[in-house]
DNA sequence: CAACATTAGTAAACACCGTTTACCCAGCTG
DNA sequence: CAGCTGGGTAAACGGTGTTTACTAATGTTG
């Protein structure tokens, strides 16, 4: 007999199902509007059924987060599979191009999973911070260890990283090798340095900072696209430590 | 007699005393829980009185939003109030930092106005965009064109700027110089050339930023504040157009 | 196979929500 | 004084998350 009973199927098929609806609604109608009894309304089934799959509406609302973070990843990891491996610098380019394509084409899920106030979901969404760990923050120091790997970066040197962030850069830094390590990305704590570290802290900064603006619409600009400064955002980044000229 | 009776004062009263507890309620326990009827019972009064003051609990939000941006406007001009006029430089700093200081106290707050979906609140909050024609922009963009008439900045040259950005740039200079023209302040379209508007834009682009990860808590530093990093933002940007060495 | 246990679903209820309606009554105005 | 205006009320409607008790179907076991 199959490992998976019948019921158990039939359980996972469902279960799938209202999570899917629940991104549907989140989509098209926004946050306020997933509502356990339209969720149920969808698939034939009255709202309490759905405590027999998720503890509360917030427990829902987190899953639909992780399935939110593994999509994006997905897509990203297919935009990857076109490039060739050795291009490492095109492929941090094609994360950040990807991420920031993705966050304008769905603002309310970026909304729910990258700009919640911190309790507003009863914990972090999809146990994303800090550190990162969730899916795309995998992709992310992952193309970009390769990079590390390849190349020699002119990063800040070790006295220009301020104090107060040594501590906490290191143990980023840990966090760091543990993801690199379980992607097979082998990266020495030399090259890995604190200036290093302090880099990429650098660089996400201004990733997540301009998509945020861009996906809450806060640009004084009418009507033009913020993508050319997104483009030069990334050369003067890469620029700055050596990677382009 | 005088110009306003004493039912207009009452109303008057009440009104603002119904923002203050909505308010409250937001910075306590987060947007969802400004709902009417605990604004109401909090006032000793029932839900229905509330339409007698707003139409809808969109409208009363969005005057939330007006409230919140006035106050931070406030602490803003207070702060202001302690430097001299002529230290241009440091005034702008002291917006950033007052900026950011009150986004990480009131992160519901900044997370209602300055963060929220597009159509979330009906339309724009506090018809704050675009351009920024709000409370704060307002005085960012007075203290920022006060460094203009006061300094030669080192912006960048016209044909650095995307052309894809010309447009709307215009559009932001003009609505820049209205702002400034009603502030008092006179800057010739010579000084307030494209390269200049495009370096504000990417001032605010950064600022926006990095204010917007610290309040969402998206750093993967776990306890260390942002801030010797926003400092160096600071310093970065006018040492690049020359007002820092 | 029969008896039992588990489980996905239900209906009903509770407390809360935004909003509308009809009504009341104090206070101002002619 | 009569009448209007406007801030308040209670009651109701349809919606929400959640709990409870129950049913019926599935799976397991003697």
Redesign the interface.
Known sequence: MADITRRERLRAETEREIRQRARALLIEH??EAVTLRAIARELGITAPALYRYYDSREHLLRQVCDDICADMAEGLAKDLSQLPEEDTLGRVFAVCRGFRRWALAH??EF?LV???????LGF?PCDA????RDQF?NIFMTVAGRVLSTHKLATPAEQDV?K??H???L??RD?LLETLASNGIAVSTEVLDLGTVYFM??F???L???V??E???????????????FE?MLRELATEVGLLT
Chains 1, 2 share one sequence.
């Open positions: 926004g946050r603002p309310e909304a990258f700009a919640s106030p911190k309790p507003a972090n911070v800090p550190p990162i923050g301020p107060e962030l501590d906490d850069l143990v980023f966090a802290l650098r996400w900064i201004r997540y900072g301009q945020a603006l996906v809450f619409g806060r640009s004084p600009l009418t009507t033009a696209s913020l993508e050319p400064m030069l």
